[in-house]
């Protein structure tokens, strides 16, 4: 890109005024270009990163730092007290318990439904098939509330109302469209081929699902489990409407909200922030995989 | 004995009819190719032996044994596929191994037969390494290593050089014959490309929208293509097709050529009393001519349109009447482009053919050549 090339090659003449123009022009274009894409990526990545950051330096900075205006870029001096005080608070352990709980068994029975679900979506052409997915993804598309209305009543008439099982049922059933659809793309990744050689090479059709369809799909099924744990994790109204006194996490804090200090409220959605930043952070390459680049 | 038959197979994928009542004897330790274009039929015919995909209706029997309905497992075979479907989360040993050890190997027996088997294709120094880490060439090895260590009697291919380039191909190629050979299997090997088929096989069966054209040995097939569509599929240049007309001459018939006439062979006789005065397809080898460069009476003459020095032949374009002639010469047989030669058609390499549908006057019936 450097103009001082340029005499070395001669098929391009520096001399004609035509042609110089004109690579100007296209230069300008190609910088105009490149900067646009970063000032945008640039844009983006502040206005996700910026919350998080305040966040992340109100909760470990002193109620005092909390309060004061304006704010420091780094919390001077680091303080637990506030991440202390909000893990002391009443009942923030057990919401805790209760949101692992529910995330854990709402990933165990969504991947359990979904691994079968996906394969046969991936791998079968069956009657109704594309029915399926429409269906699946229209299920996504309904607001949480049409379906969890519903569902509390229904949860109500069998007895199942205020258990943290019943929310995990919830939660696995707002996931799964997602992660059917999920999983059997990361199926349709793995070659046919690979099962019919399994096949020839002395497999039945399960164990050639077992010993190389489902190792090759592993990471994919992984990085879709973490993510239903993320949204159950993060998931309030479903929680809010369903459980009454065996709250989840987010529930809890949000029901406690108008009762609760600037540095709890910091420390709050500091603990609740961190998880899914470790789990984003261990799947990016997977999930980047799933739009794309898994076919190779 | 470990011969496959194939009986009256049939396979649809809904209205497209892949394989047309198709039957096929394979000899034991024979290597048989299945030869054709893209879309006839070749590959499903070789799923069909190896149990993947179902048959519509007919039998498949290996060693006596009606296998129709027997998963591929059970079907004592074993397969190289095109994109040689090599298991990437397995190092090379355990993807060689992988089944020996489905059919519970003991440990130091199974060791031994995968590194005999990477020894014969010469991966023995890669066996702790992942397939990511190795070219295509090599990826192929692996795939045909994991065939042989099973030591099935029957080996299937399905266009295993199909991903290699050319040096690679051509190498491949005689190490695979030689392998196959000195293993003594049976080897059913699926190829488009007709110089594979001509230098590896035994037989080829040429396949055309689902059957079986021709199935021969590959000079029979070269020499002696059952139709149009074979002599122009096998061989670089195709055979010329020449139109021509036949007269009678005499008792016996004549083919004329332009203002030259060919003498078919007598008994052609027969069958050419059907073709009087009509006209009929001229059937020869670019190299089965013998050009000269001076008149000559029993030989036609032409001009040369164009010359292509490939090395090893000089390749002409000429014409005949309406129809264009490639002739290929020895590269010492010099000419330029406007020069008149003169071409001598050799009695017994010349085929006739129905000029509507292409199949060779008096061609032996295909049930005969099968039974």
Request: glycine content about 6%; overall charge positive; aromatic content about 8%.
């Amino acid at each position: 890109m450097s103009t001082e090339a340029l005499p070395n090659i001669p098929a391009v003449s520096p001399k004609e005024p035509m042609w110089d123009a004109q690579r100007r022009r296209a230069l300008i274009g190609v910088r105009l270009r490149r900067a646009g894409v970063y000032a945008v990526a640039i844009t983006i990545a502040v206005w996700v990163l910026l919350p998080i950051w305040l966040i992340a330096t109100m909760a470990f900075s002193t109620p005092q730092d909390v309060r004061a205006f304006p704010k420091a870029l780094f919390p001077n001096p680091i303080s637990l007290d506030s991440i202390n005080f909000f893990l002391n608070a009443d009942g923030i352990i057990r919401a805790t318990g209760n949101s692992i709980f529910v995330a854990l068994l709402a990933v165990v029975l969504s991947t359990l439904l979904a691994v079968p679900a996906g394969y046969a979506i991936a791998r079968y052409m069956f009657p109704g098939r594309d029915a399926v997915r429409l269906v699946m993804l229209s299920v996504r598309a309904f607001p949480i509330v049409v379906l969890a209305v519903p569902l509390a009543v229904i949860f109500l008439q069998l007895g199942l109302f205020d258990q943290p099982f019943t929310l995990a049922l919830m939660h696995t059933a707002l996931t799964l469209p997602t992660t059917v659809l999920v999983i059997s793309s990361v199926f349709a990744s793995v070659p046919f081929e690979f099962e019919e050689a399994a096949q020839v090479f002395g497999c039945t059709p399960l164990q050639a699902f077992a010993r190389v369809v489902l190792p090759l799909a592993l990471p994919g099924i992984a990085a879709s489990a973490i993510l239903t744990f993320v949204l159950s994790w993060n998931e309030v109204f479903a929680a809010i409407l369903l459980t009454l006194s065996n709250r989840t996490l987010p529930a809890h804090i949000l029901y406690n909200l108008d009762k609760s200090s600037d540095p709890f409220k910091f420390a709050a959605a500091f603990v609740m922030l961190v998880p899914s930043l470790i789990f984003i952070f261990f799947i990016r390459r997977y999930l980047f995989n799933m739009w794309g680049q898994i076919n190779k | 004995m470990t011969e496959i038959l194939i009986q009256n197979a049939v396979k649809r994928f809904g209205k497209f009819v892949a394989i047309d009542d198709v039957s096929l004897t394979v000899q034991e330790r024979e290597f048989l190719v299945l030869l054709g274009p893209s879309g006839c039929g070749k590959t499903t015919l070789l799923r069909a032996i190896a149990g993947l995909g179902m048959l519509d209706s007919g039998r498949v029997v290996i060693d006596g044994r009606d296998v129709t309905y027997l998963p591929p497992r059970e079907r004592g075979i074993s397969m190289v596929f095109q994109n040689y479907a090599i298991f990437p989360h397995m190092t090379v040993f355990d993807n060689i191994a992988f089944g020996l050890k489905m059919k519970k190997t003991p440990k130091p027996q199974l060791t031994e037969r995968v590194q005999n088997a990477a020894k014969l294709l010469h991966i023995e120094s890669m066996l702790e390494r992942y397939p990511s880490q190795m070219s295509g060439g090599q990826r192929q090895r692996i795939a045909v290593a994991r065939a042989i260590a099973v030591e099935s009697p029957i080996i299937l291919m399905d266009e295993p050089l199909s991903n290699l380039d050319a040096l690679l191909r051509l190498e491949m190629r005689a190490e695979l014959k030689t392998l196959l050979s000195k293993l003594g299997v049976t080897t059913v090997y699926v190829t488009h490309d007709q110089i594979e088929a001509m230098s590896m096989g035994d037989r080829i069966a040429v396949m055309r929208a689902g059957k079986i054209l021709q199935l021969d040995q590959p000079t029979r097939v070269y020499d002696h293509p059952v139709s149009q569509f074979v002599g122009g599929f096998i061989g670089t240049p195709p055979m010329n097709f020449l139109h021509g007309q036949v007269q009678k001459n005499g008792a016996g018939y004549r083919v004329k050529l332009g203002d030259y006439h060919l003498k078919p062979p007598a008994d052609l006789e027969a069958a050419l009393t059907a073709w009087d005065g009509k006209s009929v397809l001229v059937g020869i080898r670019a190299e089965a001519m013998e050009p000269t460069k001076s008149p000559s009476p029993d030989a036609v003459q032409v001009n040369v349109d164009v010359v292509e020095m490939l090395g090893a032949q000089n390749l002409l374009t000429a014409r005949i009447g309406d129809d264009t002639i490639k002739v290929s010469t020895s590269p010492d047989f010099q000419v330029a482009v406007g020069d008149a030669i003169w071409l001598r058609f050799p009695e017994n390499k010349v085929r006739y053919m129905n000029p509507e549908d292409g199949q060779v006057l008096n061609a032996p019936s295909l049930e005969k050549v099968l039974a």
